[in-house]
């Protein structure tokens, strides 16, 4: 927040959601971290370089062409339907077999995630999230006033069993749902294990609830099998929500919902409300993106770049960090998660680090509670190798600077 | 709503907020008047056709030669500033003259619509709007659960001697916000005069209200002379809302909202949950697309042809519709709005009106208490001349026989 807005006017007339709401750290590094001489392992950003400027121009030019008069023209609230028939492609490219009629086109992923908060949650309605969590599904969920309910991540993804046990001991009021990332969590960077899915689908039928799977980075796999989309496994439980900004781009503002046929009717109505409709020219262009086969020739070029990347960052930090951090090995996706000693608050040395050229987001940002201070995501997607063995090499003297200061002043013991 | 959930399973979990909205009419009728044989005037749909293609090429061209890096990339939450500095020109164009940080590009203005509801509504908050009012602004502003109060239209725009009553009487508890379309009113077709622009405006300071000025038609005036918006006599008290929807394109859905700093702060806030940020591509496109000047090339192709098809219409009017009907005379816009009898009432007539092939959106539509039933909004932007003279024509008739009926049975003298 400015400094101006210290003495704020307009302060007896804002509602109670409005101070439920924070501005996210993630979004005010960017300022700090848009600085060129700062090497950002921050932000969420795709790789765009990698995209073919001449087959962005081949869609393009088929788009303003062929339809010009539609792509700048109001769309049905619902999506086009020439894109929703790609979009059943893309999902199939993951084993998630489904008809054009229940996808429902957002505004990003991140619409999806804000419209069904809004269906669901009552002001102090029970959700379940993982923990750590994706940090903008916090700030959709928050308007709604909900109470959270963290369920620990550990390499097999979300532990099942400790929801189990929550629900069967009835410690919580009846939770709307529980949201999920299970392929290359952001920020934890694990996948949920195939048994675990299974179990999850059972929960949810045996205690009436719903799932929201949020699936950026699946089709990102660059080693290892690909797993079943809970989705996939039983279509009355689970919402799926789906994105291109991962996989073609995240400036076209292109997501979706899958949903039940209930669900998905109040979503598009909600949604007349929130836009009217998306983009008819970003999904026109990702039609022909998709129609045009270049979105598996973008695919493939960068799952060898982001696996490069990953590997890059895993031999620095081998390197470069005390023995006492750990990190997760993504197969796939953007991030990696690292866990310090408990006795180190990466937001206090967030400062420090940015001071030398380098930036991360704190640990705290992901989780509803504000814990997860002695964790930090870092963003392997963006920088080149060379950057990423400087920036982690600047990040591990900054944390073995932090070590060493703690045990100086005891915080180590305590 | 489709027939399939009429058994909803997932009744028990929704929000109340969900029990709140409902599908539009005009979305509903959408399906029926998207077929090609229907003459529709109930769209909101701006004249595409008119616009060059190899205008449009041009700036495309532009943006994928120089930085489709940037386009297809996340952008900041509050907007592009080349963009902004774009939509500093445009405001000027209506006399409105401001700074570019004070500018938050939105997803359309519909969501800035959205986000300044959930900002400002609490559940039960008295709002002020117009009767008739934008049917899109009460689909933004009903999941917040104001209490609804109307002020009627009348020739020179809302008739604020009536606000200042019910302030001064304090019959209403204080209100958050006035909501108003001060220019070729839609649905309602009428613009304010000078001297309400000045005394609403006094009101809003003398009771300390907010006023949303909502303003997509302004520079889509063909005669008389332009009016100062409310934002540049007050920028305290008037939070004004743009679009590029109906001067450039409403499928790039880019809008935006020009807000005194703290309440920017809390939309970008909240911005940031519902979409993270509106697509950079649009935005780039827009921002060429004014840079290089064609959008007043674009505006002025519109006018001759928008004036044209209100002539159309007036004409067409006189000549076909019953006398008891009256009418408005907008001096710019998209909508004539229709006064028939009382007893007249126009949703029962629309499916008689479809029946014969022609389309529009019944008056109570338009209103937060569904009264209004003896009006119709009538859009002149999007059919041509010959188009409109038959809808026109066929819709004379089927007024005509209504009128004739209601007459038999004894109804017009309820």
């Not at 788009?63 to 049905?76: L, M």
């Not at 992901?366 to 990040?395: C, P, Q, Y």
Request: proline share 7%; hydrophobic share 40%; net charge negative.
């Amino acid at each position: 927040m400015s400094p101006e807005i210290i003495f704020d006017p307009y302060t007896n007339l804002y509602s109670k959601a409005t101070s439920l709401i924070k501005s996210s750290e993630v979004r005010d590094l960017m300022s700090v971290t848009g600085r060129s001489d700062v090497i950002s392992f921050a932000g969420g950003l795709p790789f765009i370089g990698g995209l073919p400027s001449e087959d962005i121009t081949a869609a393009m030019d088929t788009v303003i062409r062929e339809s010009y008069t539609d792509a700048f023209q109001y769309g049905e609230t619902e999506g086009r339907p020439p894109l929703k028939e790609m979009l059943v492609e893309v999902m199939a490219g993951e084993g998630l077999h489904c008809e054009p009629e229940h996808i429902l086109v957002t505004t990003g992923s991140q619409q999806a995630l804000d419209l069904l908060a809004r269906i669901f949650i009552n002001p102090g309605d029970t959700i379940i999230i993982e923990g750590p969590t994706y940090v903008g599904a916090l700030a959709a969920f928050r308007p709604a006033d909900p109470s959270f309910v963290t369920i620990p991540l550990d390499e097999n993804g979300v532990v099942v069993d400790r929801l189990e046990e929550l629900l069967k001991t009835s410690r919580v009021s009846r939770p709307k749902f529980v949201y999920v990332v299970p392929n290359f969590h952001n920020p934890g960077g694990v996948t949920m294990s195939e048994e675990r899915r299974g179990r999850l689908v059972q929960l949810a039928e045996e205690f009436d609830l719903i799932i929201i799977e949020d699936n950026p980075y699946g089709l990102l796999r660059f080693e290892g099998e690909p797993l079943q989309t809970l989705a996939s496994r039983d279509r009355r439980r689970v919402v799926y929500v789906g994105t291109l900004s991962k996989i073609i781009s995240p400036g076209i503002r292109t997501g979706w919902a899958l949903a039940p046929p209930p669900i998905f009717e109040r979503i598009a109505t909600l949604k007349q409300g929130a836009d009217l409709c998306s983009p008819s020219l970003s999904q026109m262009f990702a039609e022909q993106y998709i129609r045009q086969g270049l979105w598996k020739k973008n695919l493939e070029s960068l799952r060898p770049i982001y696996r490069s990347r990953r590997d890059a960052m895993l031999r620095a930090l081998a390197e470069y960090f005390p023995e006492e951090a750990t990190w997760t090995h993504p197969q796939g996706g953007l991030f990696i998660w690292v866990t310090l000693p408990a006795y180190v608050d990466t937001t206090k040395m967030l400062p420090l680090a940015i001071l030398q050229k380098v930036a991360f987001v704190p640990g705290s940002a992901f989780f509803a509670d504000g814990t997860g201070v002695n964790h930090m995501r870092l963003n392997f997607s963006f920088a080149d190798e060379g950057s990423i063995d400087e920036g982690i090499k600047r990040l591990g003297k900054v944390i073995n600077k932090e070590i060493r200061l703690c045990r100086a002043l005891g915080l180590d013991t305590v």
